[in-house]
């Protein structure tokens, strides 16, 4: 008869898959809960004290930390001194281990954990017995995901055991399932010590989907999941229509939700190869949609589209004359989501926006041979502390504007320029080497829009004098920056010259 020992927290289809082991002659060791539910189900049981000789001690902290347990699940079969070790110390070889472990990551994601809650839902024994059964594959079966109870009933029904294919197979996962459980506890020790920089650095992620394809149609790509989902995500967000996202739709949505996270009342993102290229604010998400669409309407033919409001269906109507890739908002009255849904190729989302300022968490971007990690840009500015820096100052309808043109700036790929008044942005100009070309774009962009009501925000300093010069020419009335250039002067008294109102933030929103 073989052993399998079973000690779980999540029992979801436990009980079929431990009845089907027991049916094909193997003795079930147990544990704590988990034997107790065994028993009531009519399972027989071996309790894990009648194999250890030993009692449950410190409240349960230890229990199958013990040589009768890792001696049965590490003993290699194919050495006989290893099975002469096990017979003369009375020691019964263990093939099959289910075991996931104690809830540490629900733990802590529950609002106001306590530190104490927190240790003491951190597995000890569960990960020792998985690290052992996997180690030893060869000869033992370790299952740690009841979607594989599945597979290994089937396999031991049709062949008396799993074949060494699936083992290692599963053993793979079971690394990977304790190197997770792991990284949660590292991560969140790390944290509560406010230690920023450690030495080392070892993420976790789910995977929620393999991609059709990458950036282009050659590359592979796959989509993974904080292991603690973020709940203003495009992750997190529920799909009601269309295909699925692709790799570029991603990066293009999750961009759409930075920007439009920083504005409050009625706003329309349109973002157009991680560029906004075009944004726009009103009464209503009615008069939002069409400032946006205002404000660059050959651009955002494809765009994906984010709205701070639920669409409704004069939204709708309007959005629907145009190709669209994606939109996602708080949520679609019916009407208006049967106008859209008429389109076959256009995603609609909805997405909880209640969330939109909870805390965010580090960004990491790969490079070659390593990655670079940095906190979000969520800064939160008020145009009461900005400073300026010319002879004429800005009213307070300019600063209004100054503000909104600086929020959609940050979003623009450097080095980026935006010109905007107080309803919508007029022209984007970003990602060019130079910014005095992204000037020029966005001017191009704007063309007959701009008036004085025009203002212009810079995501950088200007390094010399020519932007606020082309700025004047062109009859940009205010201008925010952030200042610092040695050549600030120079900028300054180009201002000056035009009559521009210019104020200076101290703080640079380059986005690479």
């Keep these: 008869m073989k052993r399998a020992l079973v000690s ?30 065994l028993d009531d189900a009519g399972v027989q049981t071996i309790s894990i004290e009648d194999v250890t000789h030993f009692p449950e001690i410190l409240d349960g902290r230890v229990k199958t930390l013990n040589p009768y347990v890792h001696g049965g699940l590490l003993a290699r079969r194919d ?16 093939d099959l281990v ?11 994601e529950q609002p106001d954990v306590k530190l104490a809650d927190a240790i003491e839902n951190i597995d000890i024994g569960g990960p020792s017995m998985v690290r052992s059964a996997a180690k030893n594959y060869h000869d033992v079966t370790v299952v740690v995901d009841k979607g594989d109870y599945d597979q290994v009933l089937s396999e031991i029904e049709d062949g008396g055991d799993t074949t060494l294919t699936t083992r290692a197979q599963l053993a793979a996962k079971a690394f990977r399932h304790t190197a997770a459980y792991d990284t949660l506890i590292s991560q969140y020790l790390t944290k509560q010590t406010g230690l920023a920089d450690p030495e080392q650095l070892t993420l976790t992620w789910n995977l929620k989907e393999t991609m059709r394809y990458g950036e282009n149609s050659h590359q592979q790509a796959w989509l993974y999941e904080d292991a603690i989902p973020k709940r203003f995500s495009i992750l997190s967000a529920k799909q009601l229509h269309g295909k699925q996202l692709s790799y570029n739709n991603i990066k293009d949505a999750d961009e759409a939700l930075r920007c439009i996270r920083e504005f409050d009342e009625p706003t329309v993102v349109a973002m157009k190869h991680m560029n906004p290229c075009g944004i726009g604010r ?23 589209i984010a709205l701070n409001r639920r669409v409704d269906l004069a939204t709708a109507t309007k959005m629907h004359k145009i190709f669209l890739e994606i939109v996602i908002a708080p949520g679609f009255d019916d009407d208006a989501y049967a106008v859209l849904a008429k389109k076959k190729n256009i995603r609609l989302l909805t997405l909880d926006f209640t969330h939109k300022d909870e805390p965010t968490r580090h960004e990491v971007v790969s490079v070659m041979g ?14 009461h502390d900005w400073h300026c820096v010319t002879e004429v100052q800005p009213t307070e309808s300019q600063l209004k504007s100054l503000m909104f043109a600086w929020k959609a700036v940050k979003h623009a790929k450097s080095n980026a320029i935006v010109l905007a008044n107080d309803e919508r942005t007029l022209g984007v100009g970003e990602g060019q080497p ?5 000037l020029k774009i966005a001017v191009k962009h ?3 829009a701009i008036d004085d009501r025009t203002v212009m925000a810079s995501d950088a300093f200007f390094p010399f004098g020519d932007c606020v010069e082309y700025a004047g020419q062109h009859g940009i009335r205010a201008i925010v920056q952030p200042g610092g250039s040695i050549r600030d002067r120079e900028s300054i008294d180009m201002a000056n010259r035009y009559g521009i109102a210019m104020v200076t933030t101290g703080i640079r929103h380059f986005r690479h």
């Design 282 to 304: 009103g009464q209503n998400l009615k008069e939002a949609w069409d400032r946006a669409y205002a404000a660059d309407s050959v651009s955002i033919f494809g765009g994906v």
């Design 446 to 448: 704007a063309g007959d």
């Design 8 to 37: 779980v927290s999540d029992k979801t289809n436990l009980m079929p898959f431990v009845k089907g082991l027991v049916a094909n002659d193997y003795e079930i060791v147990s544990t704590g809960g988990t034997k107790k539910v």
């Design 434 to 438: 130079n910014r005095i070309d992204s």
């Design 98 to 108: 289910c075991v996931n472990l104690y809830p540490f990551k629900e733990t802590i």
């Design 370 to 383: 390593g990655m670079l990690m940095q906190e979000q840009d969520t800064l939160k500015e008020d145009y």
């Design 79 to 94: 050495l006989p001194e290893h099975m002469a070790t096990l017979e003369e110390l009375n020691i019964t070889p263990i």
